[in-house]
């Protein structure tokens, strides 16, 4: 079984920043592709960012381009989220998930993942 450990969430002021990690625990995996997705309370659950890990093709949410950088370590196999310029509309839980599969594209989509963390709280105070 593979766990997904996320780190790094918090609370913080609008304008501030945030640094969130995950990686993936248990069993020895490969993973092909990684994101980052969020729920807000009373919202639907969204995508964020995410990064293939042959080549680092990112991808990104219109909402958080310019302001957050996904980027990844590959012999660590940990992926990181930079949040900067935080937005109080930013709070969520956010979630890390992982794709044990080849990916060609960094996928916005929930189904392209199979592996999912528990979520760490960001939470942006206006």
């Known amino acids: 079984q593979v766990q997904l450990v996320e780190s790094g969430g918090g609370m913080v002021q609008a304008g501030g920043s945030l640094r969130l990690s995950c990686t993936p625990s248990?069993?020895?995996?490969?993973?092909?592709?990684m994101g980052w997705f969020r729920q807000a309370p009373g919202k639907e659950h969204e995508f964020v960012a995410a990064?293939?890990?042959?080549?680092?093709?990112?991808s990104y949410a219109d909402s958080v381009k310019n302001r957050f950088t996904i980027s990844r370590d590959n012999a660590k196999n940990t992926v990181v989220l930079q949040m900067n310029g935080l937005k109080p509309e930013d709070t969520a839980l956010y979630y890390c998930?992982?794709?044990?599969?080849?990916?060609?594209?960094?996928?916005?989509?929930?189904?392209?993942?199979?592996?999912w963390g528990q979520g760490t709280q960001v939470t942006v105070s206006s």
């Open positions: 998930a992982a794709r044990l599969v080849p990916a060609t594209i960094a996928y916005q989509q929930q189904a392209a993942y199979s592996e």
């Open positions: 990064i293939v890990s042959s080549g680092g093709s990112t």
């Open positions: 248990g069993r020895t995996v490969r993973t092909y592709a």
